[in-house]
T-cell receptor, first 117, second 116 residues
Framework: DTAVSQTPKYLVTQMGNDKSIKCEQN?????MYWYKQDSKKFLKIMFSYNNKELIINETVPNRFSPKSPDKAHLNLHINSLELGDSAVYFCASSQSRTGGFLGSPLHFGNGTRLTVT | QQQVKQSPQSLIVQKGGISIINCAYENTAFDYFPWYQQFPGKGPALLIAIRPDVSEKKEGRFTISFNKSAKQFSLHIMDSQPGDSATYFCAASLRYRGSTLGRLYFGRGTQLTVWP
């Protein structure tokens, strides 16, 4: 009954490979995100989708491509992996309707630790 | 450019003590200030949050103090326990292109260790 689930939990791959990370949420939220957490634990937003529409697209190399087949899923595909892509990638979701509070909490998955060798 | 500045980077407190983590921001358009708690191997989880029209919010042992004029806010953990040992992130939210969808800017995190 995990709210936001990501697979795989660990991903070890070589430079130049292409890999995907999958994310699913069962909270009924309409907005999903990808965050990158570096080795110093800094959390940086990469993408945000609302009802399958791309809302936030930060300065991320175009080797990273999110895909949202429906509002419960947001996958991340990475082409031509580089050493600097090594990080923990978190998927998150939230409800865009704020219920009177100017912000709705993010629900994070447990992360995918990507190691590029 | 770091939108939200957080300090200290790490904090060691004895059990029963008070943990204080501070954050500062520049953008007066921020309209929501949450704190997230992250345990090793887990994703961050919302701990407590405050709006800028309130100066303090308390939930159990956790209190946010908010100083709008100074553009600062802090998290106080009273009676700190070893189970509170985690990384704490402050954040600030901004409407994105007029949307009500909050765009969260995180501080760099504080690693809290509470010794028994």
């Amino acid at each position: 009954d995990t709210a936001v689930s990501q697979t795989p939990k660990y991903l070890v791959t070589q430079m130049g490979n292409d890999k995907s990370i999958k994310c699913e949420q069962n909270l009924g939220h309409d907005t999903m995100y990808w965050y990158k957490q570096d080795s110093k634990k800094f959390l940086k937003i990469m993408f945000s989708y609302n009802n399958k529409e791309l809302i936030i697209n930060e300065t991320v190399p175009n080797r990273f491509s999110p895909k949202s087949p429906d509002k419960a899923h947001l996958n991340l595909h990475i082409n031509s992996l580089e050493l600097g892509d090594s990080a923990v990638y978190f998927c998150a979701s939230s409800q865009s309707r704020t219920g009177g509070f100017l912000g709705s909490p993010l629900h994070f998955g447990n992360g995918t630790r990507l190691t590029v060798t | 450019q770091q939108q939200v500045k957080q300090s200290p980077q790490s904090l060691i407190v004895q059990k029963g003590g008070i943990s204080i983590i501070n954050c500062a921001y520049e953008n007066t358009a921020f309209d929501y200030f949450p704190w997230y708690q992250q345990f090793p191997g887990k994703g961050p989880a919302l701990l407590i949050a405050i709006r800028p029209d309130v100066s303090e919010k308390k939930e159990g042992r956790f209190t946010i103090s908010f100083n709008k004029s100074a553009k600062q806010f802090s998290l106080h953990i009273m009676d700190s326990q070893p189970g509170d040992s985690a990384t704490y992130f402050c954040a600030a939210s901004l409407r994105y292109r007029g949307s009500t969808l909050g765009r969260l800017y995180f501080g760099r995190g504080t690693q809290l260790t509470v010794w028994p």
